[in-house]
């Protein structure tokens, strides 16, 4: 890891050095179990998937006949996500979270390792977003990822800051323990949904 150039993760170029050399501890290969049993007890959602990564989620969901959008602003993620999605490659965009507009109204963001690839300090300004994109009723659903180590990415939450991170605009409706978690966040991650008030 010593060797890589790009230290900054809120940069595009800090993302595509690690993709372009595979270098991706944070993937999970697949499609999370959680995820699943979520979509097979939901009707489909109009779904963002921000910082999709590999977006290995995204053809699931479209498979299904979900609504769903992947976007990451690392032309190489990008690339790997579209080539991953097969039929469902222009359902995955080059585009900045912060950024990028909805088509239609969103009823789901799915979280996946991408609030802990953001700096701590940058955590109130995804939260305002994750707020501004979704309606009252809207969910939040995934992956956090709790834990205190000062270096990262990952960088960990603890429950109480994600608590006041959310509380303002969100209510907690399902909070489990997941299995199958890859190394990075194993043991350290559960699954959440939260619901936009
Ligand atoms: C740790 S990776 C997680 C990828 C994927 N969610 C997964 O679980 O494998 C974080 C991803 O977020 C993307 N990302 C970071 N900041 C972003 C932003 N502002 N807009 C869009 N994508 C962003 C990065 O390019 C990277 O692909």
Not at 12 to 41: C, H, I, K, M
Not at 115 to 125: E, N, T, Y
Request: glycine fraction near 8%; aromatic fraction near 14%.
């Amino acid at each position: 890891m010593a060797d890589f150039l790009q230290r900054d993760p809120q940069l595009p170029a800090f993302w595509d050095e690690r993709f372009e050399r595979s270098f991706t501890p944070w993937d999970q290969g697949g499609v999370p179990q959680a995820l699943r049993g979520f979509a097979a007890a939901s009707a489909p959602l109009v779904t963002l998937i921000p910082g999709c990564g590999s977006a290995y989620e995204l053809a699931f969901l479209a498979e299904q006949g979900w609504d769903a959008t992947a976007i990451d602003f690392s032309p190489a993620a990008v690339a790997l996500g579209k080539t991953l999605a097969g039929p469902h490659a222009e359902r995955v965009n080059q585009a900045d979270f912060f950024l990028w507009q909805p088509a239609r109204p969103l009823q789901l963001i799915y979280e996946r390792a991408f609030l802990c690839a953001m700096p701590r300090a940058m955590w109130p300004q995804v939260a305002a977003r994750w707020a501004e994109l979704l309606a009252p009723g809207a969910l939040l659903a995934g992956y956090f990822f709790f834990d205190d180590a000062p270096k990262g990415p990952p960088f960990g939450i603890s429950r109480a800051q994600l608590d006041a991170l959310l509380a303002a605009d969100f209510s907690c409706i399902a909070d489990a323990a997941v299995s199958g978690s890859i190394p990075v966040f194993a043991g350290k991650e559960r699954w959440m949904v939260w619901r936009r008030l």
